[in-house]
């Protein structure tokens, strides 16, 4: 599957985005989704993730309450929803596919995406 993210911006801080993640491939709906960001300096972090159903979740403590992931598997498509967004919430963000039953595992995710900037001013 190969993916494509979209949606990133610049928003003050208690703004709003929406990313989104197209797919292309018949098996999209067999993988698990995640969102990664990665700050200047920083290492890679799994945000949020969700399973292949869309009944099971992940997500970071530093997003959670804010953040939301859902999926459309008929549109192949895995979106971000990002409330009260804070400076520290700046990254390029990514989405990325997992085979693995465990998709709070980094190491699973095997299809990437190219990223998408994210800036929150303060």
């Known amino acids: 599957v190969q993916l494509q993210a979209s949606g990133g911006g610049l928003v003050q801080a208690g703004g709003s985005l929406r990313l989104s993640c197209a797919a292309s491939?018949?098996?999209?709906?067999?993988?698990?989704l995640g969102w990664f960001r990665q700050a200047p300096g920083k290492e890679r972090e799994l945000v949020t993730a969700?399973?292949?159903?869309?009944?099971?979740?992940y997500y970071a403590d530093s997003v959670k309450g804010r953040f939301t992931i859902s999926r459309d598997n008929a549109k192949n498509a895995v979106y971000l929803q990002m409330n009260r967004l804070i400076p520290e919430d700046t990254a390029v963000y990514f989405c990325?596919?997992?085979?693995?039953?465990?998709?709070?595992?980094?190491?699973?995710?095997?299809?990437w995406g190219q990223g998408t900037q994210v800036t929150v001013s303060s």
């Open positions: 990325a596919a997992t085979l693995s039953g465990d998709y709070s595992r980094v190491s699973g995710y095997t299809n």
């Open positions: 969700i399973s292949w159903s869309g009944d099971g979740t």
């Open positions: 491939g018949r098996t999209f709906s067999l993988y698990a």
